[in-house]
């Protein structure tokens, strides 16, 4: 018997790596006729396999070349969720010469690193029918000098790396998935509840704590990567907590455990109000939504890193920035 995991990540891969004449016989094989797809924005919805096609696979055909995936981490379980099913969870970057234009944004020649996270549902067949998608399009613009925001990343805007272990390919001891995404539950439910005045919450760390001490948390464009957990407070929470902090999370429609690695993800995960500046951005006052994915890997008892990836095109949006148009603007690139 295949194994589904490996059998799409082979065919995620030839996407890229196939001709033209190839591509239409891959697709119809591996994607249902009826596959609905959840881009982040400004993609957004695609319904059908042609669909998916022309909005997604054509366009970052066009706008790369020499395009490659390069894979961090794949991994898949049975959803814990109610919505239930057979889920692939990957971190992945396009790698290529940005040569053609992309979704609004002007190309620049040079080799970019386009950074995706990817949850896809599939059938007893091995073929997609469902998938959410955030590709991080506030990192490329970082990446290419067009910056569109009046504030820099909190933390350090880096490319993000493979697991420390080398081993979140497909990993072979599967039956720990259970308790690593046990782990990660546990964290979420403890990490809701906080000091206004630290933006702290018990028990992170320490002898009872789900976070090893160094634990080392990479975000996405906008937010940035750190360590610890008074980098994680620092670089990301502090900002987030004062502008957003009403903020209500959770609402995942997937959550899956793998080897020493667990995923979740929510679309929306969070419901909130713009209260106070972030990004540059003053406060609105507006009701906010935002897609989240993260992955994480585990040792026996404790979370050692956690890859974030979020729609914040579509959350600078709801708080009146377009930043694609304002790049095309205000950029130097």
Not at 26 to 42: C, Q
Not at 166 to 172: A, E, H, K, N, V
Request: aromatic share 10%; with cysteine; charged share 20%.
């Amino acid at each position: 018997m295949t194994d589904p995991r490996a059998d799409i990540q082979s065919f995620l891969a030839k996407l890229f790596s196939c001709d033209d004449q190839e591509l239409a016989e891959l697709a119809k094989e591996r994607f249902a006729n009826d596959v609905v797809l959840h881009v982040s924005a400004p993609v957004e919805r695609l319904d059908g396999r042609d669909a998916v096609m022309a909005g997604l696979i054509a366009p970052l055909r066009r706008a790369v070349r020499f395009a490659r995936r390069r894979d961090l981490m794949l991994f898949g379980g049975t959803n814990r969720r109610d919505v239930g099913g057979d889920w692939i969870a990957d971190v992945t970057h396009i790698t290529g010469l940005f040569e053609a234009p992309l979704w609004g944004i002007a190309p620049t020649g040079k080799l970019i690193y386009l950074r995706i996270g990817e949850f896809w549902r599939h059938n007893d067949a091995g073929q997609i029918i469902e998938g959410r998608i955030i590709i991080d399009l506030l990192d490329l613009l970082h990446q290419i000098g067009r910056w569109p925001l009046s504030e820099p990343h909190y933390g350090a805007p880096v490319t993000f790396p493979a697991p420390a272990t080398q081993d979140g390919l497909i990993p072979t001891n599967r039956d720990d998935g259970t308790r690593s995404l046990d782990i990660v539950e546990a964290m979420l439910s403890a990490l809701h509840v906080y000091n206004p005045e630290t933006f702290g919450s018990d028990g992170q760390t320490g002898g009872s704590g789900t976070w090893t001490d160094d634990f080392a948390w990479y975000g996405p464009g906008g937010i940035g990567s750190t360590a610890g957990w008074d980098g994680f407070v620092n670089h990301h929470r502090a900002q987030f907590l004062r502008a957003f902090p009403d903020r209500k999370g959770g609402n995942h429609y997937c959550r899956i455990g793998d080897g020493n690695y667990a995923a979740v993800s929510g679309w929306p995960s969070m419901t909130m109000t713009h209260h106070d500046t972030y990004l540059g951005v003053p406060g609105s006052g507006n009701s906010l939504t935002l897609r989240v994915m993260d992955f994480y890997r585990c040792t026996e008892d404790r979370i050692a890193e956690n890859w974030v990836l979020l729609d914040y095109i579509h959350l600078l949006h709801q708080m009146g920035v377009d930043a694609i148009a304002d790049a095309a603007v205000t950029g130097d690139g």
